[in-house]
């Protein structure tokens, strides 16, 4: 999909433990981006990346941290995973803010 | 703060039909609306992007308009087919990344 990986596609973890999900891109667009996708509630931004080490939160930030220390990889971590993070997590791209974006094939996540 | 409609919320139609789906958003300011299919289980694969200086895009049987000042943009299919059946996302960007609404289920039945 256009240079977008998400790794990994599938993982069930338990509730409390750390889970880190990896967006890689090979298109060397400038943002980068962190979605969850939920019943109901359609695809929220929970982070974002305009540069490397630059970083800024979405809607639905609790509980998640990231990271960008090179322009291709973004990483995504929950420091402590709860049931209500169980989610479908999709990775995005764009040049600039007023390009289009492309979206990675997703990690679908499960916290028991 | 940024927010997307799409109406209806799902749609049934007959093979062959021309279709609209509709999306409205509150904040005028934008830089782009970008249309996205969702298959069942899959990604967003991009349909259509129209910058906010444009008034419509195509590709194939596909054409979005987008009146700014309104808020509203639509998404017109024609001569449906079976295999245009899927979620179809109308998602914004402006002084925030890219705002969704919660898509238009499309099924067309043969």
């Known amino acids: 999909d256009a240079g977008i990986t998400q790794s990994p596609r599938h993982k069930v973890t338990e509730t409390g433990t750390p889970v880190t999900l990896r967006c890689h891109q090979t298109e060397n667009h400038r943002y980068m981006y962190w979605y969850r996708q939920d019943p109901g509630h359609g695809l929220r931004l929970i982070h974002y990346?305009?540069?490397?080490?630059?970083?800024d939160k979405g809607e639905v930030s609790d509980g998640y941290s990231v990271s960008r220390s090179k322009t291709e990889d973004f990483l995504l971590t929950l420091e402590s995973a709860t049931s209500s993070q169980t989610s479908v997590y999709f990775c995005?791209?764009?040049?600039?803010?007023?390009?289009?974006?492309?979206f990675g094939s997703g990690t679908r996540l499960t916290v028991v | 703060k940024q927010e997307v409609t799409q109406i209806p919320a799902a749609l049934s139609v007959p093979e062959g039909e021309n279709l609209v789906l509709n999306c409205s958003f509150t904040?005028?300011?934008?830089?782009?609306l970008q249309w996205f299919r969702q298959d069942p289980g899959k990604g967003l694969t991009s349909l259509l992007l129209i910058q906010s200086s444009q008034r419509e895009q195509t590709s194939g049987r596909l054409n979005a308009s987008l009146d700014k000042s309104s808020g509203r943009s639509t998404l017109y299919i024609a001569a449906s087919q079976p295999g245009d059946s899927a979620t179809y996302l109308c998602?914004?960007?402006?002084?925030?990344?890219?705002?969704f609404g919660k898509g238009t289920r499309l099924s067309v039945i043969a």
């Open positions: 990346s305009y540069g490397v080490k630059d970083t």
């Open positions: 998602a914004v960007s402006g002084n925030t990344p890219l705002v």
């Open positions: 904040d005028s300011a934008i830089y782009n």
């Open positions: 995005a791209i764009s040049q600039e803010v007023t390009e289009g974006y492309t």
